[in-house]
């Protein structure tokens, strides 16, 4: 499920501050999220596949972490980034 530079360009650039903010938080947690989408459609199919259910909840993990230093740093970015992805919370 490899993103083509492309895709990831478009994210950055919807969620960052231009085409190459690879850091923000917000692109960071933008392009978490999409991948997140897909290892989890690909569980739902191979369900005792476990380096990706390991993998998967890393990532999970990783996408918590840099949202809570968004809420803690900006608390408007925060809630407006999570109605945008639909996350819950």
């Known amino acids: ?5 492309e895709e990831k360009q478009e994210i950055f650039a919807k ?17 978490f999220t999409n991948r997140i989408a897909h290892l989890t459609e690909h569980m739902k199919v191979h369900k005792k596949d476990f380096s990706t259910e390991h993998a998967l909840k890393k990532m999970v993990g ?3 972490r ?4 968004l809420k803690a740093k900006d608390i408007e970015k925060y809630r407006n ?9």
Request: no cysteine; hydrophobic share 30%; charged share 30%.
């Open 1 to 5: 499920m490899h993103l083509t530079k």
């Open 15 to 31: 969620y960052g501050k231009s085409n190459s903010d690879t850091g923000s938080p917000e692109s960071q947690i933008a392009l």
């Open 62 to 64: 990783r996408r918590r």
């Open 66 to 69: 840099l949202l809570d230093y």
């Open 81 to 89: 980034l999570i109605k945008e992805l639909n996350i819950r919370k």
